[in-house]
Every structure is written in structure tokens, then in C-alpha cells.
């Protein structure tokens, strides 16, 4: 994939070791002067100490998302390794929220992944203030990030390919995430070639899905596989594209979102949380019109709750009131049906007050029962 690129190979990894002041380098706790055996425990001989050696690079030149002055080099080494067989050793995650056993390789990718997303985030970030000598810093490990993502392209492109399937997806992740670098445009198109060939095999789903799902990230319309017979490729495929067909697969998809949330035991490498949430994003941002998200809507109320408002019911009420309610305007029809299923369902109501902005964005009661009585008040009006 990389053959028509002048990318430099990722250096010898004892060499960059050897040739790093890692005490003139920072991470989150402090200079970087550990760091190195850190990077090296990623070899040992020993598969705990490998996750143990991941674990405490991930809290350090990568703590939750951040970058710093050691990551770039830090990333270097870690993509110089990819190949070697030592990373092919079998752990658990260092980390006890995390049990799923895989091969470290698999989980090196993950993190090169995790680093370009934080690098592509700061991409977006447009509305930075310039806070003195700390903030330089932080453009300075930002600038290295980005230069080095070439060069980590090139290094996980290849692992596309393996005949680990959990190293096939973390590799999926990892380019996914490093290809919404401006600088890396060109590569796309090479790489949406394979994830097409992928999305219209014979795999199993969660890796056709993976690759509609990466597609669509990158702007590639994925209608093609609307009419697929997997209902979950349906909905991946209708996530990537705004063809007429979408929005009834996405309907298709949550009419049983409990359902849509058992298609994968693990959540796919582009997003958190339970599936239903995606879908219903995507059916929302592809809706002309609220009266073709009720079905949606009543099929999702019964899992709402007042811990969920602001992944399913909250962005439904934006979507039902695009204006605020105004009192003694008659509610229409999908309104009035999706409201009462609302202030039926008991586990929307509670103490947790997120729900609060949500109602008075759409101009409702806040509290259940003076909605249940606005309801009383009148007849749904049809819609228009």
C-alpha cells in the first residue's frame, strides 16, 4: 500500500532507544528517563510483564488521550516492533476493566490507534487559547505526533492483512484513525479499495461492518450494501451514506435495538457504547421529519432511562420539538405518542437531572407529572 510513498522506515528500534535523550523528554508524571524500559519491557520474555510494561506506557506518554514530548518517539518504537515475534504472546490487559485476552500485537495497534485519534482530535480543535510556555509544550508533542503518523501508517497498514482477526481489526482501528490526517489524503484511496473488498466478502460481520463503518468515516459512500442479507451490514452500510434507502435500513435495524445492540460482544473499534446509540445518531442526521422516527422512538423508550438521555430520549425530544413547544399549541400525533410513552416509562424519571436541559431545550415540564397533564389537556393534532 505504502510502495509509492517516500515515508521513511521506522528506525531500529535499539537505535532509537540509543539515540533518545528520554531524561530531556516528559510524559504525564514527570521526565521520560523510564520510559525506555517501559518500551523494552514490551519484549520480555514474560507476557505479564509485556502488559504491565503497555499498561504503564498508556498511563504515561498517552494518559487518557494526551500527548506529550515522549509519545512521538515512544510510538516509533512501537510501530518498529510490530514484526517482531515476541509481540505475538497472549495477555490480558494490564488494566482489570479490560479481560480481553489477544495478542500484544494486537494491542500495540490499539494504542498506535488511541494516539492517532488523539492527534487527529487536536487536527479539529480550532478554538485553542495560547496559555504561555506550557501550552508551547503541548504544540510542540502535538507537531511531533502528527509528523511521525506517515511513518506509523506505514507500519500498520500491512497488519490489515494478518491471519489474526483481533489483529486484523486493530489494525483497522489504528488506520482508520491515522488516515483522517490531512497530510495522509493520498492513502486513502488504496486503502477504501481493500476495506471495499472487505465490506462485499464473505467475512464474518463484525469485520465487513468494521470496514463499511471505516469507509464511511472517510467520506466513502457505502449504499452499495444497503440490500445486504446481514441486517447488521444493512445498518453499517447505511451509516455511510445518505442514499433513500438509509433511513429505512436504520428503522429496519431499531425496530429491535436490544436486538441491534447483541450483534457485537464487543463494541467495534469506531465508537462506545451500546450500538442502538450509532444507529439512532445516524437515523436522526438522515430523518426529514419526526414522524419517521417514531417507530424508532417506541421501540427505544422501553431502554430509556434517566442514565440514557443524552444518547437516546434527549436527542429524540430535539428531534420531535426542532422549535420549542408553545403552551396551547396542540401537540401533533407523533408528538403526543412519543411523549406519553415517556411519561409512562418509570426509569426516565429520577433524580439525575441531565434530562432537565433536554425538556427545556424542546419548551416541555421538566417534572413528570405537569407533563402527564399537558398531555391530558388535549388531542394530538395530526402532523402535517
Known sequence: MSANHA??????PAALLAATDWAALAHAYG????????????????PEVQ???????EMSVLHQGSLYSATAPAALFVAAVLNDPRTLA???NFFPWDDRARPLRAALLEWLGELADSAAYEDDEEDQEDDGEEWAEEIAAIEACRTVRPQ???????WLDDADATVREAALGAVTHLLRAPELADRIPAAAERLER????????RERAGALLSLGAWGRDTG????????AVRACAALGTTAPGAVHALLDALADPAAADAWFDEPLPHFDGWFRFTLLRGLLDRARHFDEVLPAALSLVPMCSQHTVDSDWGPLLASAFPEPYAPGRPLTAAQHAFLRALADRDACWG??????SWLRSAGLPTKRAPLRALLAEGAATPAP
Do not use: K, M, Y
Not at 521526565?31 to 514474560?46: R, V
Not at 502488559?51 to 506506557?57: D, F, I, K, M, P
Not at 506509523?152 to 500491512?158: E, G, I, Y
Open 152 to 158: 506509523l501508517f506505514d507500519a500498520v497498514a500491512p
Open 198 to 205: 472487505i465490506a462485499r466478502g464473505d467475512g464474518d460481520r
Open 51 to 57: 502488559a504491565e510494561s503497555l499498561g504503564r506506557l
Open 7 to 12: 515515508t521513511p522506515a521506522p528506525p531500529d
Open 351 to 356: 433524580d439525575i437531572a441531565n434530562r432537565v
Open 224 to 231: 452499495g450494501l444497503l440490500t445486504d442479507s446481514d441486517p
Open 90 to 92: 497472549v495477555h490480558e
Open 31 to 46: 521526565p521520560a528517563d523510564g520510559t525506555p524500559d517501559d518500551l523494552l519491557g514490551l519484549l520480555h520474555d514474560d
